[in-house]
């Protein structure tokens, strides 16, 4: 097998005894899938009885191209099915006849099993995680968490590969902007490799990238991680990323509850307490009941020393049930008229609804990195998602009151309902009462 000397480069750092995991990729062409073919392949043969993982999002397109791959690998090496390894496409294993294997893995997030159970048992010397930037953090993390078999006795670290084409998720924020900013652990590495740096792929490939959308070819072509350039788009992504690291914001001693109501389905009960513009999310439930919401809310103000006036629930059902017991709290309604449009008698910009409003006061205060907001990675994945998928509606038209889109088009973006999303623009209700004087 030929490789590029980006593939070389990346084997060396594969194999020294100081890098645990590396990224290998940014654009389309630069020999990604190969390089995570060929490493589990030589690890494999390597040491004996070992065990490797290849894993994707989706065990059939696995099956339709990694795989694939890895055969014709195997056919460059003069390795022969049947007599140097056996594929079970039962068992999802590849066995070497020196007894390692290697176990393909779909790794998409289901509801059936949200903590990754399958994976909980499992004992595995290295992995490859293709297209990596459509796995989950949790994902990753938990495969990462498996790797410690047979270790010590080959006197090797834990390794992981990540491949993938540029995005707007945890590969950007863990891997490419902190390589860019000289901010890269010493035990991670990145590696950019593009089509022009692959002398062997045929020449009609980067012509064929060539006819692709102005965005695609950013991506795809030149390897642009701040490809995105959707104008309607409300926060800037890194200032999003900033939101979880903004140390420079202090409590003010204000405190606030925003919570967005769910007792069961696909959305969820989220509960924030606000100390100044610090969000600490609290509560993140997926199944609750009507008195264990009102007993939730109530605890929090209680134990946070947060009062009923300064509480905010969304007005949906669960919202007027909560006004009823809890006297005083504020209910929001998202549909009703902006707070105010005119302001020492200059007519600013008109919303169309509270909800909208309070939306674009929430990118503003996001993207002058004024917020801060304390969660767990997962949550932290889904806020950086959801806070991406706020956009402005109707942007090519000027006459219009402005308005962000409709909840049911960012559930068809990230497919889930944008729950953090509405919890954290609530808290922006009492900003905009403050601010206009209410």
């Excluded at 540029?166 to 590969?171: E, Q, T």
């Excluded at 924020?173 to 045929?202: C, G, T």
């Excluded at 200032?239 to 690291?245: G, M, R």
């Excluded at 914001?249 to 919570?259: C, F």
Aim: overall charge neutral; charged content about 25%; glycine content about 6%.
């Amino acid at each position: 097998m030929k490789l590029t000397k980006k593939q070389t480069l990346a084997l060396d750092i594969l194999e020294n005894n100081i890098t645990n995991e590396l990224l290998f990729g940014g654009g389309a062409g630069g020999g990604k899938t190969a390089l995570g073919c060929y490493w589990q392949l030589k690890r494999r043969l390597k040491y004996k009885n070992t065990r490797g993982l290849i894993g994707r999002t989706v065990l059939k397109t696995l099956k339709e191209t990694t795989l694939v791959s890895f055969f014709q690998i195997c056919k460059l090496q003069d390795l022969k099915s049947g007599i140097h390894y056996k594929y079970n496409g039962q068992s999802n294993q590849i066995e070497f006849f020196n007894g390692s294997i290697i176990l393909l893995k779909d790794l998409a997030t289901y509801p059936s099993d949200p903590n990754f159970d399958e994976l909980g048992s499992l004992e595995i010397t290295d992995a490859f995680i293709d297209e990596a930037n459509q796995v989950s953090t949790k994902a990753k993390n938990i495969v990462k968490s498996r790797i410690r078999f047979r270790l010590d006795e080959n006197n090797i670290i834990p390794k992981i590969l990540y491949t993938c084409n540029p995005a707007k998720n945890w590969v950007y924020s863990e891997f490419f902007k902190p390589n860019k900013e000289n901010k890269l652990e010493e035990n991670r590495k990145f590696i950019q490799a593009l089509v022009n740096d692959n002398p062997f792929i045929s020449n009609y490939y980067r012509e064929n990238l060539l006819t692709l959308d102005k965005n695609s070819i950013e991506r795809l072509l030149y390897g642009n991680w701040d490809y995105d350039s959707d104008p309607s788009v409300l926060c800037e992504y890194d200032a999003i990323l900033d939101c979880f690291t903004n140390d420079h914001i202090k409590p003010t001693g204000e405190k606030y509850i925003s919570a967005d109501l769910a007792m069961q389905g696909r959305d969820k009960f989220i509960a924030g307490c606000w100390d100044g513009l610090i969000c600490n999310i609290k509560i993140d439930q997926s199944i609750s009941t009507g008195k264990s919401i009102e007993n939730d809310i109530k605890n929090l103000m209680i134990n946070n020393h947060i009062s009923h006036s300064h509480t905010i629930v969304d007005s949906d059902g669960l919202g007027a049930y909560l006004e009823s017991y809890l006297n005083n709290i504020k209910t929001f309604h998202g549909g009703s008229k902006p707070i105010n449009k005119v302001k020492d008698n200059f007519k600013l910009f008109e919303y169309n609804n509270l909800k909208s409003e309070c939306a674009f006061k929430l990118a503003e205060l996001i993207n002058k990195r004024m917020i801060k907001i304390i969660c767990n990675d997962e949550q932290k994945e889904h806020i950086i998602e959801e806070l991406g998928c706020l956009k402005k509606d109707n942007i090519d038209n000027d006459t219009s009151k402005i308005c962000i889109i409709k909840k049911e088009k960012m559930k068809e973006i990230i497919q889930r309902s944008p729950d953090y999303l509405d919890m954290l623009l609530m808290r922006m209700y009492f900003e905009l009462k403050q601010e206009f004087g209410f």
